[in-house]
Nanobody, 124 residues
Framework: QVQLVESGGGLVQAGGSLRLSCAASGYFFSYYAMGWFRQAPGKEREFVSAISWTGGTTYYAESVKGRFTISRDNARNAVYLQMNSLKPEDTAVYYC?????????????????WGQGTQVTVSS
């Protein structure tokens, strides 16, 4: 049974940092690209970042470039999102997803598996 479990969310002041984790089980994690998406109240789910199965290629939304860093540890079946210089507009539920094609995508429809999400709230 495939499981993706996000953790690390919380309440932080603007300018602060958080590190999100996504623990995966039940499939061949090493062969899947992983992505982070977020959804704010009343808004569509939007792409944040993605990483290829090897970790050699990463992608970022323009709104987070230079502030967020995605990484993965295939030995631990985990993907991470380091978020620095957080802004109130980063407030959302953050989800990780798994894409069997392996190269990473900004398209949410490419991801077969999703976690339940972790709330990130940035106060001004």
């Amino acid at each position: 049974q495939v499981q993706l479990v996000e953790s690390g969310g919380g309440l932080v002041q603007a300018g602060g940092s958080l590190r999100l984790s996504c623990a995966a089980s039940g499939y061949f994690f090493s062969y899947y690209a992983m992505g982070w998406f977020r959804q704010a109240p009343g808004k569509e789910r939007e792409f944040v970042s993605a990483i290829s199965w090897t970790g050699g290629t990463t992608y970022y939304a323009e709104s987070v470039k230079g502030r967020f860093t995605i990484s993965r540890d295939n030995a631990r079946n985990a993907v991470y999102l380091q978020m620095n210089s957080l802004k109130p507009e980063d407030t959302a539920v953050y989800y990780c997803g798994a894409d069997h094609r392996g190269f990473g995508s900004a398209n949410a429809g490419a991801y077969e598996y999703w976690g339940q999400g972790t709330q990130v709230t940035v106060s001004s």
